[in-house]
């Protein structure tokens, strides 16, 4: 696992730029699949846009990202997944709810079939990035997410 | 007129030439910017005689089949035999594979492959990981019951069978295991076990069996000493560049650290004793072909260059087969877009005229949905049939090496070469490829480069069509995507492997199991041998992971972002 954060200020979205505390996402996959090109990418990204990351690295169980997601008390887990690793999201969920942690936002992003994409938005999933989304699409959209969940938690 | 003379006269006008036309271009194009290929290597507008000029034909190209093997490594390359269609094929349950597998072999195949499911990737049995995720990527195969369910019917000792079968190598075990008890001699089982290349899976793509580095080194080489000795027909190494690349890697140093790869297996083979003539004939490769099109064909080129003066040179080989830079490759899956999905086939026709321009053996074409989902058969029809239009109907198989001495491609070739040894050269100082990546130098670098790449798409350097540029707002899917397997057939697979240990018997199997391990802590035992006796005794997939696990180090990769 490596923590990090860094920030050519410049990059920083106007959303997450006046937060009190800085945004802290975890970036993990779950499940059998190790093609990881995707989450490391994603967590650079993530990381050069002011937020502090958390990157788990593969193959993590669902129990231990809730663990460390609520130790760490990140405001968002981003799941990668390219091999219908997905389908454990659903599991996910219920160990967050089961914490008391529904508030956390939960992104996958990767191959992620129409059908699955709407099985998981129901389940709670606050959205799904697909192949060929931009820098900017995630890193903005994962903010707002963030935004979003601090100013339900009277932060903003 | 003496010769010098006209010498001199033809090289001013070639030089008047050359410079008319460069004033020509300039004014067209006064501020173009330097245009570079994915390894980083400035592409020029024009290539002429200065650029390559053929005066070196014997040592630079030769004859195919002859040194120095840039134009291919057979006499008749294409012409006498086509590439190999090798369609990777892994699906849900050993019953469905082998539904699919019998349809295949009656329309006249005679090579097969298969892929197993993650979990076996992983180095579990179904009943160990959560069912959901199970037989979504690949078949469901943890006994040697399993195996001979996938090839019922299946003449296995007439095929040649590629197995996804990453080390400790235990598909290979069920499948000798199963024709032992076809009374199939092992001397007729032929293919390859194409995920031996333990180091790309430990620095790329991570799919494998979690044995540390060290203990995945002795499985490999007893591995390799095992099909020396009693498997003629089997190539125990593939080398697996295509990790390298998809994970990140440009061509470059793709096909760089594929050979500093392969030369870290061989002289380990050395170390242990093993005749080079004897083992390096069957080692193969594996690369990722991208639709950096003329990229492609030099990288290919210029691996077949240094590869036999590798085998011959550094490792002494003497028999010319060694010096064959045999090759399977696979249109690469990055380069597809979930965007205007259909689109792939074009791009997966792009990269596979490369892959044959490039004198590949065997190829993997991708099918068009695979960036949506696992392919579907039609999907995967198309691919296969995208390999026949451009074998029967284009006439790209007349001619061997067809842009052979083509200048842009020959200076292309000579560039890349430069710059793959130069990073085998840095590979090598760092003590060779396993240092280096126990180190973390390799996964640095591919970390580096598919951040570059990602900058270029980023900044419109680079155009990916319906992604950062002519998008369409309709680019609705239509395709429907795989259906998964059948949540009861799962259950029922379930249901299977434990009558399977139910019905074994468990003394056979502790008895086998506990000299696999102690073959662990024994030189000169071969952990590969034993690992057969066990599939053979019943033991599961998993039981056999875990056994080496314990007994060889668990191995973390190393993660850096």
């Keep these: 696992m490596t923590t990090t954060t860094a920030a050519p200020e410049s990059s920083v979205p106007a959303a997450i730029a006046g937060l009190s505390r800085p945004a802290k996402v975890m970036v993990t996959k779950i499940g059998l699949d190790g093609h990881d090109r995707g989450s490391r990418l994603v967590a650079s990204f993530l990381r050069d ?71 998981l938005l129901e389940r709670g999933v606050a959205q799904v990035f697909h192949p060929g989304c931009s820098r900017t699409d995630i890193v903005e959209g994962i903010a707002d997410h963030i935004v979003e969940r601090r100013r339900k938690l009277g932060e903003v | 007129m003496s010769n010098d003379r006209k ?23 006064p501020n173009e910017k330097v245009r570079r290929n994915r390894s980083g290597i400035e592409v020029k507008p024009l290539y002429t005689p200065e650029d390559w000029s053929g005066d070196a034909y014997l040592p630079d190209l030769g004859f195919p089949c002859d040194t120095p093997f840039t134009r291919g490594i057979y006499p008749t390359m294409h012409r006498g035999r086509s590439w190999t269609q090798r369609q990777l094929i892994g699906l849900a349950t050993p ?29 579990y049995d179904i009943d160990e990981v959560d069912i959901e995720i199970v037989g979504t990527c690949g078949t469901t195969i943890n006994t040697v019951e399993d195996m001979e369910t996938c090839l019922a019917g299946v003449p296995i000792g007439d095929m040649s069978i590629a197995l996804n079968d990453p080390s400790p190598f235990t598909l290979l075990a069920f499948l000798l295991a199963t024709a032992k008890r076809r009374n199939v001699s092992w001397d007729r089982i032929s293919g390859t076990s194409n995920q031996s290349d333990y180091i790309s899976h430990y620095v790329a793509n991570h799919m494998f069996f979690r044995l540390a580095l060290e203990g995945s080194r002795r499985v490999f080489i007893d591995h390799v000493e095992f099909a020396n000795e009693r498997l003629p027909m089997w190539n125990p190494v593939s080398v697996v560049g295509q990790h390298m690349q998809q994970s990140g890697a440009t061509p470059a140093e793709a096909m760089a650290f594929t050979l500093a790869s392969a030369i870290q297996y061989a002289e380990d083979c050395q170390r242990r004793g093993l005749d080079v003539d004897q083992f390096l004939p069957r080692f193969t490769f594996f690369f990722d072909i991208s639709i950096s099109f003329f990229e492609e064909i030099a990288k290919f080129r210029a691996g077949r ?8 040179e550094r490792l002494g080989a003497k028999d010319p087969r060694c010096w064959r830079f045999k090759f399977h490759a696979q249109t690469s899956g990055v380069d597809l877009t979930r965007q205007q999905p259909l689109n792939n086939i074009a ?16 190829m993997h074409t991708d099918a068009y949905d695979e960036v949506l989902s696992t392919p579907t058969e039609a999907a995967a029809k198309i691919a296969i049939q995208t390999q026949n239009i451009l074998r029967e109907e284009a006439g790209l198989t007349d001619v061997i090496d067809p842009l052979g001495g083509s200048y842009y491609v020959e200076a292309l070739t000579d560039q890349m070469e430069e710059k793959i040894m130069a990073a085998f050269d840095e590979i090598e100082a760092h003590g060779g490829m396993f240092e280096a990546v126990r180190k973390g130098l390799v996964q640095e670098k591919l970390g580096d480069s598919s951040m570059d790449f990602q900058r270029q798409v980023e900044s419109g350097e680079r155009t990916i069509v319906g992604v950062n540029r002519y998008q369409d707002d309709d680019d609705a899917i239509p395709v429907r995507p795989l ?61 056999m992971c875990a056994c080496l696990r314990r007994e060889l180090g668990f191995g973390q990769p190393l993660i850096a972002a």
């Excluded at chain 1, 460390?68 to 091999?83: F, H, K, M, T």
């Excluded at chain 1, 969920?93 to 939960?106: E, S």
């Excluded at chain 2, 019953?95 to 180095?123: K, Q, W």
């Design chain 2, 305 to 312: 260059r240094i590869w036999a003066r590798l085998a011959k």
């Design chain 2, 7 to 29: 010498n001199t006269q033809m090289s001013q006008d070639f030089e008047a030439a050359r410079d008319r036309w460069r004033d020509g271009y300039d004014k067209q194009l």
């Design chain 2, 95 to 123: 019953e469905d594979y082998n539904a699919r597998m019998r349809r295949i072999v009656d329309s006249g195949a005679t090579a097969l492959s298969m892929i197993p499911c993650n979990s076996v990737y992983r180095g």
């Design chain 1, 49 to 119: 846009a002011g937020m502090e990351v958390i990157y788990t690295g593969p193959w993590q169980e669902v129990a231990t990202v809730v663990n460390q997601a609520s130790q760490e008390d990140v405001d968002c887990i981003g799941v990668s997944s390219l091999a219908t690793d997905h389908l454990l999201v659903p599991k996910l969920m219920d160990a967050l709810h089961a914490a008391g942690m529904d508030d956390v936002v939960v992104i996958v992003g990767g191959i992620v079939p129409d059908k699955d994409e709407r099985m």
């Design chain 2, 483 to 543: 259906e998964r397997p059948d949540p009861a057939a799962m259950q029922a697979q379930l249901a299977k492997l434990a009558k399977f240990k139910a019905d074994r018997s468990n003394a056979d199997v502790d008895k086998a199991l506990d000299a696999l391990a102690r073959a662990c802590g024994t030189e000169g035992d071969n952990v590969f041998a034993r690992l057969v006796s066990a599939a053979e005794a019943g033991a599961t997939h998993g039981e």
């Design chain 2, 347 to 362: 791009r997966t026709t792009a990269q596979a005229i490369a892959g044959i321009l490039g004198g590949l053996q065997s």
